[in-house]
């Protein structure tokens, strides 16, 4: 099974900063690479899928890059709906594994 | 609009069954793979099956392997999960999801289409 690593496992941000969410595969998947939001009590949401491509309805200010095993989400510009917590997911292969997600919370 | 509607959740003891239902609405189950993942509480997410479109394809994480049968019946637009064998480690929000696959500039497989989720708590 591939093995997904989130870092860090939270951060603490203020509207309006830039953040940045790594996620590593243990073997290579490609571009097979995905990012969700999941807000409280909430089911998650697909964000950017294969990498780097918005989920339509995605505000601009996400964004994805990466290849092979090491991939980043990026928010730029914080607003208040953003905090939450994001998951990355490879759909390389079965098991489609998650990372262990990363909650960004309020400074 | 895509709605999914998991129900079949509830309260019950360890080595109890249970069956979920997944209700598709606004586009035909026969067109997609469909998928079972779970959430314990406080945790995160854990991919629990999978299902291909015609049912001819089937694999499990080793958590539930031998124990969870997934199923579907297209005309019915309806996906189940037969869980057998409960255990405490079971407790958990499942949720039902939806695949899609799609050519662009190479091939990409998402989920795009979660249900609310349903809560199953196993506990003596």
């Known amino acids: 099974d591939i093995q997904m690593t989130q870092s860090p496992s939270s951060l603490s941000a203020s509207v309006g900063d830039g953040v940045t969410i790594a996620c590593r595969a243990s073997?290579?998947?490609?571009?097979?690479l995905n990012w969700y939001q999941q807000k409280l009590g909430k089911a998650p949401k697909l964000l950017i899928y294969?990498?780097?491509t918005l989920q339509s309805g995605v505000p601009a200010r996400f964004s994805g890059s990466g290849s092979g095993t090491d991939f980043t989400l990026t928010i730029n510009g914080l607003q208040p709906e953003d905090f939450a917590t994001y998951y990355c997911?490879?759909?390389?292969?079965?098991?489609?594994?998650f990372g262990q997600g990363t909650k960004v919370e309020v400074k | 609009q895509v709605q999914l509607v998991e129900s079949g959740g509830g309260v019950l003891q360890p080595g109890r069954s249970l069956r979920l239902s997944c209700e598709v609405s606004?586009?035909?189950?026969?067109?997609?793979?469909m998928h079972w993942v779970r959430q314990a509480p406080g945790k995160g997410l854990e991919w629990v099956a999978v299902?291909?479109?015609?049912?001819?394809?089937?694999f499990y994480g080793d958590s539930v392997k031998g124990r969870f049968v997934i199923s579907r019946d297209n005309s019915k637009n309806t996906m189940y999960l037969q869980m057998n064998s409960l255990r405490r480690e079971d407790t958990a929000v499942y949720y039902c999801?939806?695949?899609?696959?799609?050519?662009?500039?190479?091939?990409?497989?998402?989920?795009?289409?979660w249900g609310q989720g349903t809560q199953v708590t196993v506990s003596s």
């Open positions: 299902i291909s479109f015609n049912g001819s394809n089937i």
């Open positions: 999801v939806r695949e899609v696959g799609s050519w662009g500039t190479f091939y990409t497989r998402q989920f795009d289409s």
């Open positions: 294969a990498t780097s």
């Open positions: 073997q290579t998947i490609g571009h097979y």
């Open positions: 997911q490879q759909s390389y292969s079965t098991p489609r594994t």
């Open positions: 606004g586009f035909g189950l026969s067109g997609y793979a």
